[in-house]
């Protein structure tokens, strides 16, 4: 079946690690995109690519960086320049041309 | 700039009974779509509906409608003969239509909504 996966379900990481969460998606679908969800604040975008090499800031990507090496893989690092990095992070995909988004199940990062 | 404005944080409805959870946006762009997604405590994000802007008639899925009001650039989502799988975090999201390009998605904030049995 084709999906978007993410990995782990659950994060843990003291403050002032960096962490990387992966995104890999099977739907062979040429963007993708990362939102942090916080209570009460919605879905923000973090960053979005859409084509390998090549992306692009969201609305909050200070602390953030990621890679698009590859058409089905787009890894969010979360560096300790992020002041607030406990949130939910979801991943999601989209075939080019304005069409809907198809998203993962979600991380949970917890940083203390 | 695209804002999406979801006002309502919470709603409760009795099962089988109709609810309608609004949604407003603000934009200057004339091609657009807008969607409402659901998010179960499973926290599975799952698409409900999509609308076309240049589309006059508005968008039916079974139980789920939407009433589009382009002029007042209102979205409103109704939900018939409620359920209580319906019990879920719903969202109001617009894209604009660019072309050759993605866009972004821009969501509101969300309303949880609560089904009753």
């Known amino acids: 079946d084709g999906g978007i996966t993410q990995s782990p379900k659950y994060l843990f990481r003291k403050e002032g690690q960096n962490v990387t969460l992966s995104c890999e998606q099977n739907l062979n679908h040429d963007a993708m995109y990362w939102y942090r969800q916080d209570p009460g604040q919605g879905l923000r975008l973090i960053y979005y690519s859409q084509i390998v090499n090549d992306f692009q800031k969201g609305d909050i990507a200070e602390g953030y960086s990621v890679s698009r090496e590859k058409k089905e893989s787009f890894p969010l690092t979360v560096t300790s320049a992020q002041k607030n990095p406990t949130a939910f992070y979801l991943c999601?995909?989209?075939?080019?041309?304005?069409?809907?988004?198809?998203f993962g199940n979600g991380t949970r990062l917890t940083v203390t | 700039a695209q804002t999406v404005t979801q006002s309502q944080p919470e709603m409760s409805v009795q099962e089988a009974e109709t609810v309608t959870l609004s949604c407003t946006y603000d934009?200057?762009?004339?091609?657009?779509?807008l969607f409402w997604y659901k998010q179960p405590p499973s926290r599975q994000m799952i698409l409900v509906i999509r609308q076309e802007a240049y589309k006059q008639q508005n968008a039916t899925e079974n139980r789920f409608s939407v009433n589009f009001q382009k002029a007042a650039k209102s979205f409103s989502l109704k939900i018939s003969d409620s359920q209580l799988g319906d019990t879920a975090m719903y969202f109001c999201?617009?894209?604009?239509?660019?072309?050759?390009?993605?866009?972004?998605?821009?969501f509101g904030k969300g309303i949880t909504l609560s089904v009753r049995p």
């Open positions: 999201a617009f894209m604009a239509v660019y072309t050759g390009a993605n866009s972004k998605l821009t």
């Open positions: 934009t200057s762009e004339n091609n657009y779509y």
């Open positions: 999601a995909s989209s075939i080019m041309g304005n069409s809907p988004l198809h």
